[in-house]
């Protein structure tokens, strides 16, 4: 089945500053890769995803990447502000079935 | 509000009980899953149903059971609760958009076993 390994576990930032996360996947029919934001007390939420026909994908300042060959994708947040600090999670989808990453804790500090 | 909703956001009970989480979307997906989120922050995939079907069913203790009354709603029943089963049971439902099933996560509950 498919595993999806994730780094760094936990990221502190200065604000201002970028943040990068990065993902592997081993499945190499998984099609859809999502990111999730999570807050304290509540439930993932989607913030950007990008499918297996795209190279990047750009929203404000999150910008997601994805290396079919190489089976890696990578979230990029730009000019981190403190209420950037969440847990991000990565995750490979193939037809709904969906495998996350372990997370990465990120703090932005003011 | 168009969401995922789940009832209740805590849960508090003591092994050997019988207990339900209620999960209900009005986003009009087709599929609904079931996620255990454990205190590492894991989050992996316990169930999914897709039209009251059941299409994923990983490996989970079969005192766990799933119950899907219609599209809408998706239930978590979990018989003789024990201590490792403490953790926050998030649901979440999915439509099909050019070929990906984007999905959706309701606000989790937390359900603890003393």
């Known amino acids: 089945g498919e595993n999806v390994e994730q780094h760094p576990s936990t990221l502190s930032v200065q604000e201002g500053d970028s943040a990068v996360i990065k993902c592997t996947y081993s499945?190499?029919?998984?099609?859809?890769f999502p990111w999730y934001k999570q807050e304290l007390g509540k439930g993932p939420q989607l913030i950007i995803d990008?499918?297996?026909?795209?190279g990047e994908k750009k929203d404000q300042r999150i910008a997601v990447t994805l290396n079919k060959t190489a089976k890696h994708f990578s979230l990029h947040i730009t000019e981190t502000q403190p209420e950037d600090s969440a847990v991000y999670f990565c995750?490979?989808?193939?037809?709904?079935?969906?495998?996350f990453g372990a997370g990465t804790r990120l703090t932005v500090k003011p | 509000d168009t969401a995922v909703s789940q009832t209740p956001k805590y849960l508090v009970t003591q092994m050997g009980n019988d207990k339900s989480i209620k999960c209900e979307q009005n986003?009009?997906?087709?599929?609904m899953y079931w996620y255990k989120q454990d205190s590492k922050k894991f989050l992996k995939i316990m169930f999914s149903?897709?039209?009251?079907?059941?299409?994923i069913n990983e490996t989970v203790p079969n005192r766990f059971s799933p119950k899907s009354p219609d599209k809408a709603h998706l239930n978590l029943h979990i018989n003789s609760l024990e201590l490792g089963d403490s953790a926050v049971y998030f649901c979440?439902?999915?439509?099909?958009?050019?070929?990906?099933?984007?999905?959706?996560f309701g606000p989790g509950t937390r359900l603890t076993v003393t």
């Open positions: 979440a439902s999915s439509h099909i958009l050019a070929g990906v099933y984007e999905q959706y």
């Open positions: 499945d190499s029919a998984s099609n859809y």
């Open positions: 990008i499918r297996s026909n795209v």
């Open positions: 995750a490979a989808s193939i037809r709904g079935d969906m495998r």
């Open positions: 986003l009009g997906h087709d599929t």
């Open positions: 149903y897709n039209n009251k079907e059941l299409i």
